[in-house]
């Protein structure tokens, strides 16, 4: 090979090895990019989407002016678990109900874990089909036995829910009074509420109307 052809070559390797030195740097980067993408907008323990995300997917869905619903949960005496068992056993715990949680059924269209032992689903439906996501969560949620670290544990949780009743309906509210019927249904050990703005919650009748 002539003196010419042989610095061509050696240059033309060093073009594609540097190409290639920056293309590995570039799919190091997106790559983690892509994580930090997603560990921002995904609960670390469950790997269930988080708060920001859940709002973000509730936002999108009021823009399409779709019938839609909230359902909030927290599990009953999740803190005894922890005291109990150890904070491991109720890490897997946690993991496990969100397991179940996105078991549930379309028309269920997000479950995410919101903070602590408190989750969240995104019901598309009318207010009868929010309701019975509702329930349905309520009940797959008492009828498990969960495994964890330490053995098997029953939890129950206490179930509020809402759903879209005027055009202006933001994300931040619907959470809120889904919130409200979460509390209302912990309180009065009912299992599942809805929320009634002009209910009276002191009335036993309004109560077991509305309450399971």
Request: proline share 4%; aromatic share 4%; net charge neutral.
């Amino acid at each position: 090979m002539s003196p010419i052809l042989h610095t061509i070559a050696i240059a033309a390797g060093g073009i594609l090895a540097g190409l290639a030195l920056a293309g590995a740097l570039l799919w190091r980067q997106q790559q983690a990019l892509d994580v930090a993408r997603y560990q921002a907008s995904h609960d670390d323990i469950t790997g269930l989407p988080n708060r920001r995300l859940f709002l973000d997917r509730l936002r999108a869905a009021l823009a399409d002016n779709a019938p839609v619903g909230v359902v909030l949960l927290d599990l009953d005496r999740f803190k005894t678990v922890n005291d109990t068992l150890g904070h491991d056993s109720g890490n897997v715990l946690l993991d496990q109900v969100g397991r179940l949680l996105t078991g549930l059924p379309m028309p269920v269209q997000v479950v995410a874990r919101l903070s602590g032992d408190e989750f969240a689903v995104l019901v598309c439906g009318d207010r009868d089909v929010t309701a019975a996501a509702a329930e349905e969560a309520w009940r797959v949620i008492d009828a498990a036995a969960i495994r964890v670290i330490n053995g098997d544990v029953r939890v129950s949780a206490s179930v509020g829910y809402t759903h879209i009743h005027g055009p202006h309906a933001s994300p931040r509210q619907l959470l809120a009074e889904a919130d409200t019927a979460m509390y209302q249904a912990k309180r009065l050990g009912l299992g599942v509420c809805d929320y009634r703005p002009h209910s009276t919650p002191d009335s036993g009748r309004s109560r077991d109307r509305h309450c399971r």
